[in-house]
């Protein structure tokens, strides 16, 4: 119930911008990101399942694509060490189709 919560509170925020929500600038302070994230081994621990595009006109939910500056992100995330401080846990999938997250 927590988890579709949390997905649910992501979705309303991120709802207006979905069409381009792939874009994602990583911080180096967590005070200056939207969201903290971890990485996960396995895909049934993750909240956010994301496929790493090649280039930022491919970005969308669930398709990342990582800028170079602040200014050219929809999302900005914090890497944490530790799985209790991550709001997202990621799982970086291998196919397209796999991909299920709303960033």
Same mark, same amino acid.
């Given at each position: 119930?927590?988890?579709?919560? +949390?997905?649910?509170?992501?979705?309303?925020?991120?709802?207006?911008?979905?069409?381009?929500?792939?874009? +994602?600038? +990583?911080?180096?302070?967590?005070?200056?990101?939207?969201?903290?994230?971890?990485?996960?081994? *396995?895909?049934?621990?993750?909240?956010?399942? +994301?496929?790493?595009?090649? *280039?930022?006109?491919?970005?969308?939910?669930?398709?990342?694509?990582?800028?170079?500056?602040?200014?050219?992100?929809?999302?900005k995330i914090h890497w944490v060490k530790y799985a209790n401080q991550a709001k997202l846990k990621v799982f970086f999938v291998k196919y397209e189709n796999e991909a299920?997250?709303?960033?």
């Amino acid at each position: 119930m927590k988890k579709i919560l +949390v997905l649910l509170t992501l979705f309303a925020i991120i709802a207006p911008n979905s069409s381009e929500a792939g874009k +994602v600038f +990583v911080t180096d302070y967590e005070n200056q990101a939207d969201f903290t994230a971890i990485t996960v081994k *396995y895909a049934n621990e993750a909240n956010c399942k +994301v496929y790493r595009v090649p *280039y930022e006109n491919q970005a969308g939910p669930g398709k990342w694509f990582y800028v170079k500056y602040e200014n050219q992100a929809d999302t900005k995330i914090h890497w944490v060490k530790y799985a209790n401080q991550a709001k997202l846990k990621v799982f970086f999938v291998k196919y397209e189709n796999e991909a299920n997250c709303w960033l």
